[in-house]
Protein backbone atom coordinates (compact mmCIF):
# COMPACT_ATOMS: atom_id res chain seq x y z
CA UNK A 1 0.00 0.00 0.00
CA UNK A 2 1.30 3.24 -1.00
CA UNK A 3 -1.14 5.51 0.90
CA UNK A 4 -2.72 3.84 3.16
CA UNK A 5 -1.45 2.52 6.46
CA UNK A 6 -2.73 0.18 9.17
CA UNK A 7 -2.10 0.09 12.62
CA UNK A 8 -3.29 -2.19 15.14
CA UNK A 9 -3.03 -1.57 18.94
CA UNK A 10 -5.41 -3.64 21.35
CA UNK A 11 -7.99 -4.51 19.47
CA UNK A 12 -8.68 -1.21 17.63
CA UNK A 13 -7.38 -0.63 13.93
CA UNK A 14 -6.00 3.15 12.88
CA UNK A 15 -6.53 3.67 8.89
CA UNK A 16 -4.58 6.44 8.10
CA UNK A 17 -4.85 8.05 4.57
CA UNK A 18 -1.26 9.18 3.91
CA UNK A 19 -1.03 11.30 1.12
CA UNK A 20 0.23 14.07 2.56
CA UNK A 21 1.67 16.24 -0.38
CA UNK A 22 -1.56 16.45 -2.03
CA UNK A 23 -2.90 17.11 1.73
CA UNK A 24 -3.97 13.50 1.72
CA UNK A 25 -6.72 14.21 -1.56
CA UNK A 26 -8.08 10.48 -2.85
CA UNK A 27 -6.98 9.89 -6.05
CA UNK A 28 -8.29 6.27 -7.30
CA UNK A 29 -5.55 3.86 -6.01
CA UNK A 30 -5.76 5.67 -2.81
CA UNK A 31 -10.03 4.81 -2.78
CA UNK A 32 -8.91 1.39 -3.69
CA UNK A 33 -6.14 0.57 -0.86
CA UNK A 34 -8.71 1.96 1.60
CA UNK A 35 -11.32 -0.29 0.16
CA UNK A 36 -8.73 -3.35 0.06
CA UNK A 37 -8.04 -2.07 3.64
CA UNK A 38 -11.22 -2.57 5.37
CA UNK A 39 -12.20 -4.95 3.65
CA UNK A 40 -8.91 -7.21 5.04
CA UNK A 41 -9.93 -5.66 8.65
CA UNK A 42 -13.20 -7.23 8.65
CA UNK A 43 -11.64 -10.35 8.68
CA UNK A 44 -9.23 -9.80 11.13
CA UNK A 45 -12.68 -8.44 13.68
CA UNK A 46 -11.02 -5.60 15.44
CA UNK A 47 -13.57 -4.52 18.20
CA UNK A 48 -12.98 -0.39 16.83
CA UNK A 49 -11.86 1.10 13.75
CA UNK A 50 -10.40 4.80 13.12
CA UNK A 51 -9.63 6.66 10.04
CA UNK A 52 -7.70 9.32 9.89
CA UNK A 53 -5.51 11.88 7.44
CA UNK A 54 -1.43 11.75 7.99
CA UNK A 55 -0.10 15.27 8.72
CA UNK A 56 -1.38 18.51 10.72
CA UNK A 57 -3.26 19.56 8.09
CA UNK A 58 -5.70 17.50 6.51
CA UNK A 59 -8.05 14.60 7.15
CA UNK A 60 -9.04 14.17 3.73
CA UNK A 61 -8.95 17.65 0.90
CA UNK A 62 -11.43 15.64 -0.98
CA UNK A 63 -11.29 14.08 -4.27
CA UNK A 64 -8.15 14.23 -6.21
CA UNK A 65 -9.55 17.38 -8.62
CA UNK A 66 -6.64 16.62 -10.99
CA UNK A 67 -7.55 13.26 -11.53
CA UNK A 68 -11.20 13.96 -11.80
CA UNK A 69 -10.37 16.61 -14.69
CA UNK A 70 -9.17 13.61 -16.66
CA UNK A 71 -12.18 11.73 -16.54
CA UNK A 72 -14.74 10.56 -18.90
CA UNK A 73 -18.44 10.25 -17.58
CA UNK A 74 -18.38 6.51 -17.26
CA UNK A 75 -14.74 6.31 -15.64
CA UNK A 76 -16.66 9.15 -13.30
CA UNK A 77 -19.54 7.21 -12.48
CA UNK A 78 -16.61 4.21 -12.07
CA UNK A 79 -15.00 6.05 -9.54
CA UNK A 80 -18.20 6.95 -7.82
CA UNK A 81 -18.70 3.18 -7.48
CA UNK A 82 -15.18 2.59 -6.49
CA UNK A 83 -16.04 5.29 -3.62
CA UNK A 84 -19.31 4.02 -2.70
CA UNK A 85 -17.57 0.47 -1.88
CA UNK A 86 -15.26 1.64 -0.05
CA UNK A 87 -17.41 4.03 1.95
CA UNK A 88 -19.76 1.50 2.59
CA UNK A 89 -16.87 -0.79 4.14
CA UNK A 90 -17.41 2.12 7.05
CA UNK A 91 -20.76 2.45 7.61
CA UNK A 92 -22.18 -1.14 6.31
CA UNK A 93 -19.15 -2.90 8.44
CA UNK A 94 -20.52 -4.49 12.01
CA UNK A 95 -17.25 -2.68 13.29
CA UNK A 96 -18.18 0.74 14.78
CA UNK A 97 -15.73 2.72 12.86
CA UNK A 98 -14.43 6.67 14.24
CA UNK A 99 -13.29 8.72 12.06
CA UNK A 100 -10.65 11.44 13.81
CA UNK A 101 -11.03 14.70 11.58
CA UNK A 102 -7.81 16.62 12.39
CA UNK A 103 -8.11 19.01 9.20
CA UNK A 104 -9.63 19.60 5.92
CA UNK A 105 -12.91 17.22 5.62
CA UNK A 106 -13.89 18.31 2.42
CA UNK A 107 -15.83 16.93 -0.94
CA UNK A 108 -14.68 13.58 -0.73
CA UNK A 109 -12.81 13.87 3.04
CA UNK A 110 -16.03 14.88 4.45
CA UNK A 111 -18.01 11.83 2.65
CA UNK A 112 -15.76 9.54 4.08
CA UNK A 113 -16.40 11.16 7.41
CA UNK A 114 -19.73 10.91 7.35
CA UNK A 115 -19.44 7.10 6.23
CA UNK A 116 -17.67 6.26 9.70
CA UNK A 117 -20.11 5.71 12.84
CA UNK A 118 -18.94 8.73 15.05
CA UNK A 119 -16.67 11.39 13.78
CA UNK A 120 -13.97 13.38 16.15
CA UNK A 121 -13.05 16.88 14.85
CA UNK A 122 -10.01 18.93 15.92
CA UNK A 123 -10.48 22.96 16.56
CA UNK A 124 -8.74 23.60 13.15
CA UNK A 125 -10.96 20.76 10.60
CA UNK A 126 -12.77 22.17 8.24
CA UNK A 127 -16.06 20.17 6.81
CA UNK A 128 -17.55 21.33 3.16
CA UNK A 129 -19.04 20.53 -0.01
CA UNK A 130 -16.93 22.53 -2.67
CA UNK A 131 -17.71 20.46 -5.35
CA UNK A 132 -20.37 22.85 -6.78
CA UNK A 133 -17.88 25.64 -7.12
CA UNK A 134 -16.37 23.26 -9.65
CA UNK A 135 -19.07 22.58 -11.38
CA UNK A 136 -19.67 19.12 -10.30
CA UNK A 137 -21.54 17.89 -7.06
CA UNK A 138 -20.55 15.48 -4.19
CA UNK A 139 -20.09 11.88 -5.37
CA UNK A 140 -18.99 9.59 -2.96
CA UNK A 141 -22.41 9.59 -0.65
CA UNK A 142 -22.38 13.02 0.10
CA UNK A 143 -25.80 13.83 -1.04
CA UNK A 144 -27.56 10.78 0.87
CA UNK A 145 -25.65 10.98 4.06
CA UNK A 146 -25.56 14.06 4.87
CA UNK A 147 -29.34 14.95 4.92
CA UNK A 148 -30.01 11.72 6.70
CA UNK A 149 -27.08 13.10 9.51
CA UNK A 150 -28.12 16.98 9.83
CA UNK A 151 -31.48 17.15 7.89
CA UNK A 152 -32.31 18.05 4.51
CA UNK A 153 -32.19 21.95 5.03
CA UNK A 154 -28.57 22.44 6.67
CA UNK A 155 -27.75 19.55 3.66
CA UNK A 156 -28.73 21.02 0.86
CA UNK A 157 -27.44 24.85 2.15
CA UNK A 158 -24.03 23.42 2.45
CA UNK A 159 -24.28 21.15 -0.81
CA UNK A 160 -25.47 24.11 -2.67
CA UNK A 161 -23.67 26.87 -1.32
CA UNK A 162 -20.21 25.03 -1.04
CA UNK A 163 -19.53 27.10 2.36
CA UNK A 164 -16.70 26.20 4.13
CA UNK A 165 -17.75 25.53 8.27
CA UNK A 166 -15.61 24.67 11.02
CA UNK A 167 -15.68 22.50 13.92
CA UNK A 168 -17.47 24.53 16.24
CA UNK A 169 -20.51 24.88 13.58
CA UNK A 170 -20.31 21.23 12.37
CA UNK A 171 -20.60 19.89 16.35
CA UNK A 172 -23.73 22.34 16.01
CA UNK A 173 -25.09 20.67 13.76
CA UNK A 174 -24.21 17.68 14.23
CA UNK A 175 -21.84 16.73 12.18
CA UNK A 176 -19.55 16.56 14.55
CA UNK A 177 -19.57 14.39 17.66
CA UNK A 178 -17.34 16.50 19.36
CA UNK A 179 -14.74 19.31 19.11
CA UNK A 180 -11.22 18.74 20.61
CA UNK A 181 -7.99 20.77 20.79
CA UNK A 182 -6.20 20.57 17.31
CA UNK A 183 -3.82 17.37 17.36
CA UNK A 184 -5.89 15.37 19.74
CA UNK A 185 -8.67 14.26 17.52
CA UNK A 186 -6.61 11.29 17.30
CA UNK A 187 -6.16 10.57 20.30
CA UNK A 188 -9.51 11.26 21.62
CA UNK A 189 -10.73 8.90 18.93
CA UNK A 190 -8.52 5.84 20.79
CA UNK A 191 -9.37 6.85 23.70
CA UNK A 192 -13.44 6.06 22.94
CA UNK A 193 -12.30 3.15 20.70
CA UNK A 194 -10.93 1.42 23.64
CA UNK A 195 -14.23 2.49 25.83
CA UNK A 196 -16.02 0.56 22.57
CA UNK A 197 -13.05 -2.23 22.62
CA UNK A 198 -14.01 -2.99 26.36
CA UNK A 199 -17.60 -3.78 25.58
CA UNK A 200 -19.18 -7.06 25.17
CA UNK A 201 -17.81 -7.17 21.09
CA UNK A 202 -21.12 -9.05 19.78
CA UNK A 203 -23.51 -6.79 21.68
CA UNK A 204 -21.50 -3.48 19.69
CA UNK A 205 -21.92 -4.99 16.33
CA UNK A 206 -25.38 -6.00 17.30
CA UNK A 207 -26.38 -2.70 18.42
CA UNK A 208 -24.33 -1.05 15.46
CA UNK A 209 -26.64 -3.47 12.87
CA UNK A 210 -30.00 -2.47 14.56
CA UNK A 211 -28.94 1.42 14.84
CA UNK A 212 -28.40 1.13 10.85
CA UNK A 213 -31.79 -0.50 10.88
CA UNK A 214 -32.97 2.40 11.83
CA UNK A 215 -32.06 4.67 9.14
CA UNK A 216 -33.42 2.23 6.51
CA UNK A 217 -36.84 0.95 7.80
CA UNK A 218 -39.91 2.19 9.39
CA UNK A 219 -40.21 1.86 13.27
CA UNK A 220 -42.48 -1.25 13.48
CA UNK A 221 -40.07 -3.21 11.25
CA UNK A 222 -36.83 -1.49 13.16
CA UNK A 223 -38.10 -2.61 16.42
CA UNK A 224 -39.14 -5.90 15.29
CA UNK A 225 -35.10 -6.10 13.95
CA UNK A 226 -33.86 -4.51 17.56
CA UNK A 227 -35.99 -7.50 19.05
CA UNK A 228 -34.33 -10.45 16.93
CA UNK A 229 -30.49 -9.13 17.76
CA UNK A 230 -31.78 -8.43 21.45
CA UNK A 231 -32.77 -11.91 22.06
CA UNK A 232 -29.91 -12.96 19.34
CA UNK A 233 -27.42 -11.67 22.34
CA UNK A 234 -28.90 -14.29 24.58
CA UNK A 235 -27.37 -16.81 22.91
CA UNK A 236 -23.86 -15.34 23.49
CA UNK A 237 -20.85 -16.18 26.06
CA UNK A 238 -20.33 -12.79 26.53
CA UNK A 239 -24.26 -12.05 27.44
CA UNK A 240 -23.43 -14.75 30.11
CA UNK A 241 -20.19 -13.21 31.60
CA UNK A 242 -21.46 -9.53 31.15
CA UNK A 243 -24.40 -10.14 33.22
CA UNK A 244 -22.89 -12.32 35.74
CA UNK A 245 -20.10 -10.20 36.20
CA UNK A 246 -22.36 -7.19 36.99
CA UNK A 247 -24.25 -10.05 39.56
CA UNK A 248 -21.20 -11.10 41.15
CA UNK A 249 -19.74 -7.71 41.38
CA UNK A 250 -16.64 -8.16 39.10
CA UNK A 251 -15.34 -6.89 35.88
CA UNK A 252 -16.78 -8.57 33.13
CA UNK A 253 -14.42 -10.57 30.58
CA UNK A 254 -15.91 -10.50 27.28
CA UNK A 255 -14.12 -13.01 24.79
CA UNK A 256 -16.61 -12.13 21.63
CA UNK A 257 -18.34 -15.76 21.59
N1 LIG B 1 -7.22 17.52 -5.33
C1 LIG B 1 -5.96 17.57 -5.82
N2 LIG B 1 -4.95 18.22 -5.20
C2 LIG B 1 -5.24 18.84 -4.05
C3 LIG B 1 -6.53 18.83 -3.48
C4 LIG B 1 -7.53 18.10 -4.17
N3 LIG B 1 -8.78 18.01 -3.71
N4 LIG B 1 -6.51 19.53 -2.35
C5 LIG B 1 -5.25 19.98 -2.20
N5 LIG B 1 -4.48 19.56 -3.22
C6 LIG B 1 -3.06 19.80 -3.45
C7 LIG B 1 -2.81 21.18 -4.02
O1 LIG B 1 -3.01 21.18 -5.43
C8 LIG B 1 -1.37 21.38 -3.63
O2 LIG B 1 -0.56 20.63 -4.50
P1 LIG B 1 0.78 21.29 -5.13
O3 LIG B 1 1.61 21.64 -3.92
O4 LIG B 1 1.35 20.20 -5.97
O5 LIG B 1 0.32 22.49 -5.88
C9 LIG B 1 -1.28 20.71 -2.26
O6 LIG B 1 -2.38 19.81 -2.21
C10 LIG B 1 -1.44 21.68 -1.10
O7 LIG B 1 -2.63 22.40 -1.28
P2 LIG B 1 -2.70 24.02 -1.36
O8 LIG B 1 -3.90 24.39 -2.16
O9 LIG B 1 -1.39 24.56 -1.81
O10 LIG B 1 -2.91 24.36 0.18
P3 LIG B 1 -3.69 25.60 0.77
O11 LIG B 1 -3.41 25.58 2.23
O12 LIG B 1 -3.37 26.84 0.03
O13 LIG B 1 -5.24 25.28 0.55
C11 LIG B 1 -7.20 23.90 0.52
C12 LIG B 1 -5.83 24.15 1.15
C13 LIG B 1 -7.76 22.60 1.08
C14 LIG B 1 -8.16 25.05 0.91
C15 LIG B 1 -7.07 23.84 -1.02
O14 LIG B 1 -6.05 22.92 -1.32
C16 LIG B 1 -8.33 23.39 -1.71
O15 LIG B 1 -9.26 24.19 -1.88
N6 LIG B 1 -8.36 22.12 -2.13
C17 LIG B 1 -9.46 21.58 -2.88
C18 LIG B 1 -10.62 21.30 -1.98
C19 LIG B 1 -11.80 20.77 -2.75
O16 LIG B 1 -12.38 21.44 -3.59
N7 LIG B 1 -12.16 19.52 -2.44
C20 LIG B 1 -13.29 18.87 -3.05
C21 LIG B 1 -12.90 18.16 -4.25
S1 LIG B 1 -14.22 17.13 -4.77
Not at 1 to 18: H, P, Q, S, Y
Not at 94 to 117: K, Q, Y
Not at 203 to 222: E, P, Q
Not at 227 to 247: K, N
Amino acid sequence: MDFVKLEREDGVATVTIDRQDKLNALNPQVVEELGQVLLDLEGDSPRAVIVTGAGERAFVAGVDIAAMREMSPLEAKRFAELGHAATALLDRSPIPTIAAVNGFALGGGCEVALACDIRIASENALFGFPEVSLGILPGLGGTQRLPRLVGPGIAKEMIFSGRKIGADEARMINLANRVVPRGEALNEAKKLASEIAANGPISVRLAKAAANRALDTDLISGLEYEADQFALCFSTEDACEGMGAFVEKRKARFEGR
